[in-house]
């Protein structure tokens, strides 16, 4: 069966301070894989997604970067982080084989930054 | 573009008592809807989906939506609460960008469902 890790968990970080968060799926080939943003409990805000190894789109612009560098990773990355990033952060995968629409997520990063 | 709405911040219901969650959509299109359930600090769980076929479907924990399209609205349901539901319900479509062809979801605000003893 497929899984979906994400570390850490929580993270607290000075502002101006890099970010690397990372996601890794289990059990499939050549997923889409997807990172949202979660403020406040609510909404989530897709910010990139990715169809395969180095190919990350990016839904709004923003202090914030992605990467693939493997088949399963899926990373997200930022140089100096700002207040306004504060959230919590959500991988998600899609099958592409098939005709499986749903998207399943991982258990998420709450960051915080202070 | 495909979007969905829930109407309600928060829908209160006794346990033992049937809940509904609601959601409308506007698509061009067939649409594709989904039910996601979100426990505080987690990941969202996918509950269930409609593609095609009949319009009620039947989800995980008991769940079950169904979908009208002449009112546009795809509902969650289920005949008897627990206090264990208690969470912020998602209803989501199917939008698939431009000549990519690339598949996501649009997700509504969420509903808060709140089962009490």
């Known amino acids: 069966s497929q899984t979906i890790h994400q570390w850490p968990a929580t993270l607290v970080q000075p502002v101006g301070s890099p970010l690397s968060l990372e996601c890794t799926v289990e059990?499939?080939?050549?997923?889409?894989l997807y990172w949202y943003r979660q403020a406040a409990g609510r909404g989530l805000q897709l910010l990139f997604y990715?169809?395969?190894?180095?190919?990350i789109s990016s839904e709004v612009p923003q202090n914030l970067s992605a990467s693939r560098p493997q088949d399963r990773q899926f990373i997200l990355s930022s140089k100096k982080l700002l207040l306004s990033d504060s959230g919590f952060y959500l991988c998600a995968w899609r099958a592409t084989a098939g005709a499986p629409y749903e998207q399943y997520f991982g258990p998420g990063t709450r960051l915080t930054v202070t | 573009a495909q979007s969905v709405a829930q109407p309600e911040d928060q829908v209160n219901v006794a346990e033992g008592n049937p809940l509904t969650v609601k959601c409308t959509y506007s698509?061009?299109?067939?649409?594709?809807l989904f039910w996601y359930v979100q426990y505080p600090n987690r990941g969202l769980q996918f509950l269930l989906k409609?593609?095609?076929?009949?319009?009620l479907v039947k989800g995980s924990y008991g769940f079950e939506a169904e979908f009208n399209k002449s009112q546009t609205s795809f509902h969650l349901k289920k005949p008897s609460a627990l206090v264990s539901d208690s969470a912020l319900y998602f209803c989501?479509?199917?939008?698939?960008?431009?000549?990519?062809?690339?598949?996501?979801?649009?997700f509504g605000t969420g509903t808060r469902l709140l089962v009490s003893p």
């Open positions: 698509v061009s299109g067939n649409p594709y």
């Open positions: 989501a479509v199917r939008d698939i960008r431009g000549n990519t062809g690339f598949q996501k979801l649009v």
């Open positions: 409609y593609i095609t076929g009949d319009n």
């Open positions: 990715s169809v395969g190894i180095g190919q």
């Open positions: 059990g499939t080939s050549n997923p889409n």
